[in-house]
């Protein structure tokens, strides 16, 4: 069993930054990729960044590249979400979730546990 607490969230305007926490529990943190997930009303949730067990690779969505850096901390058992440039359509529910097997991936169901949210608004 593994425990995921998000934080980090709030409502900023357009162009500043953000920071996500994701503090994992339970299962060894440092055998798994981990990802960031989103979901803005209205619409299906959708892949925003991806690395793998060591951090030694990430993945990003199109629409964050070079925007969003994720990072992890395996000593913490923390990863992260840099946001920066932050635009309107950024404004969702941000998922922090535990990979299955060491390398990252965008597919949902390449992921076995996910944490309980974290409400981003960007303002214009």
């Known amino acids: 069993q593994v425990q995921l607490v998000e934080s980090g969230g709030g409502l900023v305007q357009a162009g500043n930054s953000l920071r996500l926490s994701c503090a994992a529990s339970?299962?060894?943190?440092?055998?798994?990729?981990m990802g960031w997930f989103r979901q803005a009303p209205g619409k299906e949730r959708e892949f925003v960044a991806t690395?793998?067990?060591?951090?030694?690779?990430?993945y990003y969505a199109d629409s964050v590249k070079g925007r969003f850096t994720i990072s992890r901390d395996n000593a913490k058992n923390t990863v992260y979400l840099q946001m920066n440039s932050l635009k309107p359509e950024d404004t969702a529910v941000y998922y922090c979730?535990?990979?299955?097997?060491?390398?990252?991936?965008?597919?949902?169901?390449?992921?076995?546990?996910w944490g309980q949210g974290t409400q981003v608004t960007v303002s214009s």
């Open positions: 690395i793998s067990w060591s951090g030694g690779s990430t």
């Open positions: 979730a535990h990979g299955g097997s060491r390398w990252h991936s965008s597919d949902q169901r390449e992921y076995d546990y």
């Open positions: 339970g299962r060894i943190f440092s055998g798994y990729a």
